[in-house]
Protein backbone atom coordinates (compact mmCIF):
# COMPACT_ATOMS: atom_id res chain seq x y z
CA UNK A 1 0.00 0.00 0.00
CA UNK A 2 1.15 3.54 -1.01
CA UNK A 3 0.09 7.06 -1.01
CA UNK A 4 -2.54 7.61 -3.11
CA UNK A 5 -3.66 4.05 -3.97
CA UNK A 6 -7.35 3.85 -3.80
CA UNK A 7 -8.92 1.00 -1.91
CA UNK A 8 -12.20 -0.58 -1.07
CA UNK A 9 -12.47 -0.62 2.89
CA UNK A 10 -15.13 -1.41 5.55
CA UNK A 11 -15.03 0.13 8.88
CA UNK A 12 -15.14 -1.99 11.72
CA UNK A 13 -14.38 0.60 14.92
CA UNK A 14 -13.79 4.21 15.64
CA UNK A 15 -10.07 5.57 17.32
CA UNK A 16 -9.86 8.18 19.98
CA UNK A 17 -9.71 10.79 17.75
CA UNK A 18 -13.16 10.30 15.74
CA UNK A 19 -11.92 8.36 13.02
CA UNK A 20 -13.18 5.01 11.15
CA UNK A 21 -10.60 2.20 11.42
CA UNK A 22 -10.77 -0.36 8.60
CA UNK A 23 -7.81 -2.87 8.02
CA UNK A 24 -6.31 -3.86 4.48
CA UNK A 25 -3.13 -5.73 3.75
CA UNK A 26 -2.89 -6.34 7.61
CA UNK A 27 -2.66 -2.63 8.26
CA UNK A 28 -4.66 -0.71 10.20
CA UNK A 29 -6.10 2.77 8.23
CA UNK A 30 -7.29 5.58 10.03
CA UNK A 31 -10.30 7.43 7.83
CA UNK A 32 -11.88 10.61 9.24
CA UNK A 33 -15.98 11.22 8.97
CA UNK A 34 -16.59 7.68 8.57
CA UNK A 35 -18.51 5.18 10.81
CA UNK A 36 -18.47 1.32 12.07
CA UNK A 37 -20.09 -0.85 9.16
CA UNK A 38 -19.52 1.31 6.78
CA UNK A 39 -18.15 0.07 3.09
CA UNK A 40 -15.99 2.83 1.82
CA UNK A 41 -13.76 4.40 -1.24
CA UNK A 42 -10.79 5.60 0.40
CA UNK A 43 -7.68 6.97 -0.93
CA UNK A 44 -4.57 6.64 0.91
CA UNK A 45 -2.76 9.85 1.53
CA UNK A 46 -0.03 8.65 4.46
CA UNK A 47 1.87 5.29 4.99
CA UNK A 48 3.87 4.62 7.96
CA UNK A 49 4.99 1.15 9.45
CA UNK A 50 2.25 -0.36 10.73
CA UNK A 51 -0.82 1.81 9.74
CA UNK A 52 -2.22 4.29 7.30
CA UNK A 53 -4.25 7.43 7.06
CA UNK A 54 -6.87 7.93 4.16
CA UNK A 55 -9.81 10.26 3.14
CA UNK A 56 -13.18 9.30 2.22
CA UNK A 57 -13.83 9.81 -1.60
CA UNK A 58 -16.91 7.51 -2.08
CA UNK A 59 -19.13 5.57 0.38
CA UNK A 60 -20.21 2.55 -1.08
CA UNK A 61 -22.92 1.45 1.77
CA UNK A 62 -23.74 3.01 4.61
CA UNK A 63 -23.75 1.72 8.32
CA UNK A 64 -26.97 1.58 10.07
CA UNK A 65 -25.69 4.39 12.42
CA UNK A 66 -24.92 6.97 10.11
CA UNK A 67 -26.83 9.95 9.70
CA UNK A 68 -27.18 13.58 7.46
CA UNK A 69 -24.98 16.04 9.28
CA UNK A 70 -26.81 19.40 9.91
CA UNK A 71 -24.22 21.88 9.57
CA UNK A 72 -22.63 23.79 6.92
CA UNK A 73 -18.98 23.19 8.74
CA UNK A 74 -19.28 19.95 9.40
CA UNK A 75 -15.90 18.52 8.04
CA UNK A 76 -14.30 21.98 7.48
CA UNK A 77 -14.10 23.12 11.07
CA UNK A 78 -11.90 21.24 14.00
CA UNK A 79 -15.20 21.13 15.93
CA UNK A 80 -17.44 17.86 16.13
CA UNK A 81 -15.78 14.92 14.62
CA UNK A 82 -19.17 13.10 15.41
CA UNK A 83 -22.07 14.39 13.67
CA UNK A 84 -22.64 11.76 10.99
CA UNK A 85 -23.43 9.14 13.65
CA UNK A 86 -26.18 8.84 15.62
CA UNK A 87 -25.76 9.45 19.82
CA UNK A 88 -26.53 6.19 20.59
CA UNK A 89 -23.25 5.17 18.43
CA UNK A 90 -21.43 8.01 20.07
CA UNK A 91 -22.34 7.19 23.68
CA UNK A 92 -21.03 3.19 22.71
CA UNK A 93 -18.11 4.95 21.01
CA UNK A 94 -16.89 6.57 23.79
CA UNK A 95 -17.24 4.08 25.94
CA UNK A 96 -14.89 2.16 24.32
CA UNK A 97 -12.61 4.91 24.10
CA UNK A 98 -12.42 4.78 28.17
CA UNK A 99 -12.49 0.96 27.72
CA UNK A 100 -9.37 1.00 25.49
CA UNK A 101 -7.53 3.36 27.24
CA UNK A 102 -7.76 2.07 31.00
CA UNK A 103 -7.02 -1.85 29.29
CA UNK A 104 -4.74 -1.13 26.93
CA UNK A 105 -2.46 1.86 28.72
CA UNK A 106 -3.25 0.95 32.65
CA UNK A 107 -3.27 -2.56 32.10
CA UNK A 108 -6.71 -2.93 34.06
CA UNK A 109 -8.72 -5.98 33.53
CA UNK A 110 -12.13 -3.73 34.56
CA UNK A 111 -14.97 -2.99 32.06
CA UNK A 112 -15.52 0.36 32.20
CA UNK A 113 -19.80 1.28 32.89
CA UNK A 114 -22.23 2.75 30.25
CA UNK A 115 -21.40 6.35 29.38
CA UNK A 116 -23.40 8.46 30.70
CA UNK A 117 -25.42 10.84 27.86
CA UNK A 118 -25.85 14.59 28.34
CA UNK A 119 -29.28 15.96 28.62
CA UNK A 120 -28.73 18.10 25.57
CA UNK A 121 -27.13 16.70 22.56
CA UNK A 122 -26.64 20.15 20.89
CA UNK A 123 -26.47 23.71 22.23
CA UNK A 124 -25.36 22.75 25.47
CA UNK A 125 -22.02 24.73 25.40
CA UNK A 126 -22.02 28.12 27.91
CA UNK A 127 -18.66 29.50 26.14
CA UNK A 128 -17.60 29.95 22.85
CA UNK A 129 -14.12 31.51 21.35
CA UNK A 130 -15.01 32.67 17.37
CA UNK A 131 -11.82 33.62 15.99
CA UNK A 132 -12.90 36.66 13.80
CA UNK A 133 -11.82 36.48 9.97
CA UNK A 134 -12.46 39.48 6.88
CA UNK A 135 -13.51 39.25 3.39
CA UNK A 136 -12.12 41.44 0.76
CA UNK A 137 -14.65 43.81 1.01
CA UNK A 138 -14.00 44.09 4.99
CA UNK A 139 -16.84 42.20 5.89
CA UNK A 140 -16.64 41.22 9.24
CA UNK A 141 -17.60 36.96 10.01
CA UNK A 142 -16.75 34.72 13.02
CA UNK A 143 -16.28 31.08 12.50
CA UNK A 144 -13.94 28.50 14.14
CA UNK A 145 -10.15 27.24 12.99
CA UNK A 146 -10.22 24.33 10.23
CA UNK A 147 -8.62 21.34 11.79
CA UNK A 148 -4.41 21.45 12.49
CA UNK A 149 -4.40 25.19 11.49
CA UNK A 150 -5.13 28.57 11.65
CA UNK A 151 -7.35 28.94 8.69
CA UNK A 152 -11.09 30.51 9.87
CA UNK A 153 -13.77 28.49 8.38
CA UNK A 154 -16.78 31.06 9.08
CA UNK A 155 -20.09 29.22 10.40
CA UNK A 156 -23.29 31.38 11.14
CA UNK A 157 -24.88 28.86 13.54
CA UNK A 158 -22.55 26.44 14.92
CA UNK A 159 -25.37 23.67 16.81
CA UNK A 160 -22.97 23.62 19.66
CA UNK A 161 -23.82 26.87 20.94
CA UNK A 162 -26.82 28.47 22.55
CA UNK A 163 -28.45 30.44 19.42
CA UNK A 164 -28.46 33.51 21.92
CA UNK A 165 -24.21 33.56 21.67
CA UNK A 166 -24.96 32.57 17.71
CA UNK A 167 -26.96 35.93 17.44
CA UNK A 168 -24.79 38.11 19.56
CA UNK A 169 -21.65 37.25 17.23
CA UNK A 170 -23.90 37.91 13.99
CA UNK A 171 -24.51 41.51 15.44
CA UNK A 172 -21.13 42.42 16.83
CA UNK A 173 -19.87 41.37 13.34
CA UNK A 174 -22.48 43.38 11.55
CA UNK A 175 -21.26 46.34 14.09
CA UNK A 176 -17.63 45.41 12.94
CA UNK A 177 -18.33 45.68 9.28
CA UNK A 178 -20.23 49.06 9.72
CA UNK A 179 -17.51 50.57 11.84
CA UNK A 180 -14.81 49.96 9.27
CA UNK A 181 -13.00 48.15 12.44
CA UNK A 182 -10.12 45.44 10.58
CA UNK A 183 -9.10 42.10 11.66
CA UNK A 184 -6.17 40.78 12.74
CA UNK A 185 -3.85 38.99 10.70
CA UNK A 186 -1.34 36.49 12.27
CA UNK A 187 1.34 36.73 9.48
CA UNK A 188 1.39 40.60 9.49
CA UNK A 189 0.76 41.13 13.25
CA UNK A 190 -1.54 43.70 11.82
CA UNK A 191 -5.17 44.75 12.57
CA UNK A 192 -7.48 44.53 15.23
CA UNK A 193 -10.36 41.55 16.18
CA UNK A 194 -8.56 38.75 16.94
CA UNK A 195 -11.85 36.94 19.23
CA UNK A 196 -15.16 37.06 20.48
CA UNK A 197 -14.96 34.97 23.68
CA UNK A 198 -18.65 34.74 25.10
CA UNK A 199 -20.07 33.16 27.99
CA UNK A 200 -23.57 32.31 28.97
CA UNK A 201 -24.91 31.15 32.52
CA UNK A 202 -27.32 28.30 31.89
CA UNK A 203 -29.35 28.71 34.62
CA UNK A 204 -29.13 32.49 35.19
CA UNK A 205 -29.02 33.29 31.46
CA UNK A 206 -26.43 36.02 32.26
CA UNK A 207 -24.32 36.64 29.29
CA UNK A 208 -20.86 38.04 29.01
CA UNK A 209 -19.44 39.81 26.14
CA UNK A 210 -15.45 39.61 26.25
CA UNK A 211 -13.92 41.45 22.50
CA UNK A 212 -10.10 40.43 21.83
CA UNK A 213 -7.96 43.26 20.72
CA UNK A 214 -4.88 43.99 19.07
CA UNK A 215 -4.84 47.09 20.69
CA UNK A 216 -6.15 48.94 23.93
CA UNK A 217 -9.70 50.25 22.56
CA UNK A 218 -11.86 50.33 20.19
CA UNK A 219 -13.30 54.55 19.51
CA UNK A 220 -16.86 53.00 19.23
CA UNK A 221 -17.14 51.30 22.31
CA UNK A 222 -20.30 53.23 24.15
CA UNK A 223 -22.16 52.61 20.63
CA UNK A 224 -21.23 49.38 20.49
CA UNK A 225 -22.30 49.03 24.22
CA UNK A 226 -25.71 51.08 23.91
CA UNK A 227 -26.52 49.11 20.96
CA UNK A 228 -25.82 45.24 22.26
CA UNK A 229 -27.28 45.50 25.10
CA UNK A 230 -30.55 46.97 23.96
CA UNK A 231 -30.68 44.37 21.47
CA UNK A 232 -29.43 41.49 23.91
CA UNK A 233 -31.22 42.45 27.42
CA UNK A 234 -29.27 39.43 28.85
CA UNK A 235 -25.79 40.98 28.37
CA UNK A 236 -24.97 41.49 31.92
CA UNK A 237 -21.18 42.64 31.52
CA UNK A 238 -19.19 43.57 28.16
CA UNK A 239 -15.19 43.77 28.13
CA UNK A 240 -12.25 44.75 25.89
CA UNK A 241 -9.38 42.17 26.20
CA UNK A 242 -5.76 43.31 25.42
CA UNK A 243 -3.86 41.17 23.27
CA UNK A 244 -0.91 42.69 21.32
CA UNK A 245 1.53 39.19 21.66
CA UNK A 246 2.49 37.03 18.52
CA UNK A 247 0.85 34.05 20.35
CA UNK A 248 -2.24 31.41 20.00
CA UNK A 249 -3.33 31.98 23.53
CA UNK A 250 -6.29 33.74 22.84
CA UNK A 251 -6.39 35.81 26.01
CA UNK A 252 -3.76 38.61 26.80
CA UNK A 253 -3.29 39.83 30.28
CA UNK A 254 -5.07 42.39 30.46
CA UNK A 255 -9.22 43.37 30.29
CA UNK A 256 -10.87 46.37 30.74
CA UNK A 257 -14.90 46.43 31.87
CA UNK A 258 -16.90 48.42 29.60
CA UNK A 259 -20.20 47.37 30.71
CA UNK A 260 -21.32 45.84 33.62
CA UNK A 261 -18.93 44.30 36.62
CA UNK A 262 -16.68 42.08 34.52
CA UNK A 263 -18.64 39.07 35.93
CA UNK A 264 -21.61 36.76 35.43
CA UNK A 265 -23.14 34.62 37.86
CA UNK A 266 -24.81 31.12 37.33
CA UNK A 267 -25.39 28.12 39.71
CA UNK A 268 -23.56 24.17 38.84
CA UNK A 269 -25.03 21.66 41.66
CA UNK A 270 -26.51 24.73 43.41
CA UNK A 271 -23.31 26.12 43.71
CA UNK A 272 -23.35 29.35 43.65
CA UNK A 273 -20.57 30.25 40.63
CA UNK A 274 -19.03 33.92 39.55
CA UNK A 275 -17.21 33.96 36.44
CA UNK A 276 -15.21 36.29 34.41
CA UNK A 277 -13.05 35.87 31.31
CA UNK A 278 -10.04 33.63 33.03
CA UNK A 279 -12.44 31.62 34.86
CA UNK A 280 -12.37 27.67 34.48
CA UNK A 281 -15.97 26.37 34.07
CA UNK A 282 -17.04 23.18 32.78
CA UNK A 283 -18.56 24.21 29.24
CA UNK A 284 -21.78 22.10 29.07
CA UNK A 285 -23.13 23.35 32.78
CA UNK A 286 -26.31 20.50 32.92
CA UNK A 287 -23.65 17.58 32.19
CA UNK A 288 -21.58 18.43 34.13
CA UNK A 289 -24.24 18.22 37.08
CA UNK A 290 -24.24 14.47 35.96
CA UNK A 291 -20.47 14.43 36.47
CA UNK A 292 -20.19 16.37 39.73
CA UNK A 293 -23.03 14.00 41.11
CA UNK A 294 -21.70 11.05 39.43
CA UNK A 295 -18.22 12.20 41.62
CA UNK A 296 -19.56 12.63 44.72
CA UNK A 297 -21.70 9.62 44.91
CA UNK A 298 -17.65 7.47 44.09
CA UNK A 299 -16.26 9.76 47.35
CA UNK A 300 -19.24 8.84 49.61
CA UNK A 301 -17.95 11.14 52.22
CA UNK A 302 -19.41 10.70 56.09
CA UNK A 303 -20.55 13.64 58.69
CA UNK A 304 -17.02 15.16 59.72
CA UNK A 305 -14.23 13.87 57.19
CA UNK A 306 -11.60 15.95 55.20
CA UNK A 307 -11.63 16.20 51.59
CA UNK A 308 -8.80 17.75 49.41
CA UNK A 309 -10.11 19.09 45.74
CA UNK A 310 -6.92 19.43 44.00
CA UNK A 311 -7.03 20.93 40.79
CA UNK A 312 -10.46 22.41 42.09
CA UNK A 313 -10.90 25.56 40.06
CA UNK A 314 -13.63 28.04 41.00
CA UNK A 315 -14.29 25.23 44.23
CA UNK A 316 -17.47 24.13 42.16
CA UNK A 317 -16.52 19.91 42.26
CA UNK A 318 -15.43 20.26 46.12
CA UNK A 319 -18.56 22.49 47.54
CA UNK A 320 -20.87 20.78 45.45
CA UNK A 321 -19.61 17.68 48.19
CA UNK A 322 -20.11 19.56 51.51
CA UNK A 323 -22.89 18.84 52.97
CA UNK A 324 -22.21 17.14 56.33
CA UNK A 325 -18.38 16.80 55.61
CA UNK A 326 -16.03 18.46 58.46
CA UNK A 327 -13.32 20.33 56.39
CA UNK A 328 -12.89 21.46 52.59
CA UNK A 329 -9.34 22.20 50.81
CA UNK A 330 -9.06 23.18 47.69
CA UNK A 331 -5.43 24.17 45.31
CA UNK A 332 -5.57 25.68 42.10
CA UNK A 333 -2.80 27.92 40.43
CA UNK A 334 -4.88 30.65 38.84
CA UNK A 335 -5.78 33.50 41.74
CA UNK A 336 -8.71 34.27 40.23
CA UNK A 337 -10.15 30.91 40.48
CA UNK A 338 -9.70 30.36 43.95
CA UNK A 339 -10.81 34.13 44.78
CA UNK A 340 -13.89 32.38 42.80
CA UNK A 341 -14.09 29.41 45.00
CA UNK A 342 -13.79 31.71 48.54
CA UNK A 343 -16.84 33.78 47.46
CA UNK A 344 -18.71 31.06 46.25
CA UNK A 345 -17.91 29.27 49.65
CA UNK A 346 -19.07 32.52 51.67
CA UNK A 347 -21.97 32.66 49.26
CA UNK A 348 -22.87 29.07 50.50
CA UNK A 349 -22.04 29.90 54.32
CA UNK A 350 -19.64 26.62 54.18
CA UNK A 351 -17.12 28.28 56.90
CA UNK A 352 -14.49 25.47 56.63
CA UNK A 353 -13.36 25.68 53.31
CA UNK A 354 -9.78 26.71 52.80
CA UNK A 355 -8.30 27.51 49.04
CA UNK A 356 -4.83 27.86 48.41
CA UNK A 357 -3.52 29.48 45.49
CA UNK A 358 -0.28 27.40 44.36
CA UNK A 359 0.65 24.70 42.00
CA UNK A 360 -1.06 21.41 42.77
CA UNK A 361 1.93 19.18 43.06
CA UNK A 362 3.84 21.75 45.40
CA UNK A 363 0.36 22.87 47.69
CA UNK A 364 -0.05 18.71 48.11
CA UNK A 365 3.44 18.42 48.88
CA UNK A 366 3.80 21.24 51.45
CA UNK A 367 -0.05 19.90 53.07
CA UNK A 368 1.59 16.14 53.16
CA UNK A 369 4.34 17.49 55.37
CA UNK A 370 2.29 19.44 57.41
CA UNK A 371 0.29 16.62 58.27
CA UNK A 372 -2.96 17.08 56.27
CA UNK A 373 -4.74 13.34 55.97
CA UNK A 374 -7.69 13.31 53.65
CA UNK A 375 -10.16 10.96 54.11
CA UNK A 376 -10.77 11.73 49.99
CA UNK A 377 -8.78 13.50 47.52
CA UNK A 378 -10.48 15.00 44.46
CA UNK A 379 -8.05 14.93 41.40
CA UNK A 380 -9.31 17.20 38.16
CA UNK A 381 -6.20 18.04 36.82
CA UNK A 382 -5.54 19.19 32.91
CA UNK A 383 -5.40 16.89 29.98
CA UNK A 384 -1.59 16.14 30.77
CA UNK A 385 -2.94 14.27 33.68
CA UNK A 386 -1.23 14.48 37.07
CA UNK A 387 2.62 15.28 37.42
CA UNK A 388 4.57 12.91 39.55
CA UNK A 389 4.81 15.69 42.51
CA UNK A 390 1.26 15.39 42.77
CA UNK A 391 0.79 11.52 42.91
CA UNK A 392 3.89 11.45 45.03
CA UNK A 393 2.00 13.89 47.63
CA UNK A 394 -1.17 11.95 47.17
CA UNK A 395 0.23 8.62 47.81
CA UNK A 396 1.63 10.15 51.03
CA UNK A 397 -1.24 11.32 52.26
CA UNK A 398 -2.97 7.92 51.61
CA UNK A 399 -6.31 8.49 51.68
CA UNK A 400 -8.94 5.70 52.07
CA UNK A 401 -10.82 6.81 48.57
CA UNK A 402 -9.70 8.43 45.19
CA UNK A 403 -11.81 10.33 42.99
CA UNK A 404 -10.24 11.15 39.59
CA UNK A 405 -12.29 13.55 37.45
CA UNK A 406 -10.27 13.32 34.19
CA UNK A 407 -11.16 15.26 30.45
CA UNK A 408 -8.14 12.54 28.61
CA UNK A 409 -8.75 8.41 29.40
CA UNK A 410 -5.50 7.93 28.13
CA UNK A 411 -3.28 10.08 30.91
CA UNK A 412 -6.28 9.12 33.41
CA UNK A 413 -5.38 5.47 32.69
CA UNK A 414 -1.52 5.73 33.39
CA UNK A 415 -2.06 8.18 36.56
CA UNK A 416 -4.54 5.09 37.49
CA UNK A 417 -1.87 2.77 36.69
CA UNK A 418 0.97 3.96 39.17
CA UNK A 419 -1.57 4.76 42.21
CA UNK A 420 -2.30 1.18 42.10
CA UNK A 421 1.08 -0.16 41.93
CA UNK A 422 1.64 1.83 45.06
CA UNK A 423 -1.53 0.69 46.98
CA UNK A 424 -4.77 1.07 45.73
CA UNK A 425 -7.26 -0.48 44.16
CA UNK A 426 -9.09 0.69 40.76
CA UNK A 427 -13.37 0.88 41.59
CA UNK A 428 -15.51 2.06 38.91
CA UNK A 429 -14.88 3.75 35.58
CA UNK A 430 -17.47 5.49 34.80
CA UNK A 431 -17.47 7.87 31.29
CA UNK A 432 -19.49 10.93 31.22
CA UNK A 433 -20.03 12.42 27.98
CA UNK A 434 -19.79 16.26 28.47
CA UNK A 435 -19.22 17.21 24.87
CA UNK A 436 -21.57 15.67 22.66
CA UNK A 437 -20.38 15.29 18.46
CA UNK A 438 -16.87 15.96 19.33
CA UNK A 439 -14.44 13.27 19.85
CA UNK A 440 -14.09 13.97 23.75
CA UNK A 441 -15.50 12.19 26.62
CA UNK A 442 -15.01 13.05 30.63
CA UNK A 443 -14.01 10.14 32.85
CA UNK A 444 -14.96 9.35 36.80
CA UNK A 445 -12.89 7.35 38.06
CA UNK A 446 -13.10 5.91 42.07
CA UNK A 447 -9.15 3.87 43.42
CA UNK A 448 -9.61 2.54 47.08
CA UNK A 449 -6.72 2.19 49.53
CA UNK A 450 -6.16 -1.94 50.00
CA UNK A 451 -5.23 -1.39 53.48
CA UNK A 452 -8.19 0.44 54.59
Same mark, same amino acid.
Given at each position: ?????????????????????? /????? #?????????????????????????????????????????????????????????????????????????????????? !??????????????? /????????????????????????????????????????????????????????????????????? /???????????????????????????????????????? #????????????????????????????????????????????????????????????? #???? %????????????????????????????? !????????????????????????????????????????????????????????????? #??????? /?? %???????????????????????????????????????????????????????
Amino acid at each position: MTKNDSIQLEITGLSSDGSGIG /RHQGM #AVFVPFTAPGDVAEVRIVKVMKSYAFGILTRLIASAPARQEADCEAFGKCGGCALRHIDYAAELKAKRGFVQDAFTKLGGFD !LEAVACLPSPEEDRY /RNKVQYPLVADDDGTVHYGFFASRSHRVIPCTDCKLQPSELNQIADALCAMFTEYGVNVYDETSCKGVL /RHLYLRRGAHSGEVMVCIVINANGLRQETELVSRLTAQFP #AIKTILINSNRDNTNVILGRRSRTIFGDGFISDTLCDVPVTLGPASFYQVNTLAAEQLYRT #AKSL %AALRPGEVLLDLYCGTGTIGLSMVDGIGK !LVGVEIVPEAVESARQNAAQMGFENAHFFCEDAGAAAAHLAADGLRPDVIVLDPPRKGCDD #ATLDAVL /RM %APQRIVMVSCNAATAARDCKKLCAEGYTLGEVCPVDLFPRTRHVETCVLLSHKNL
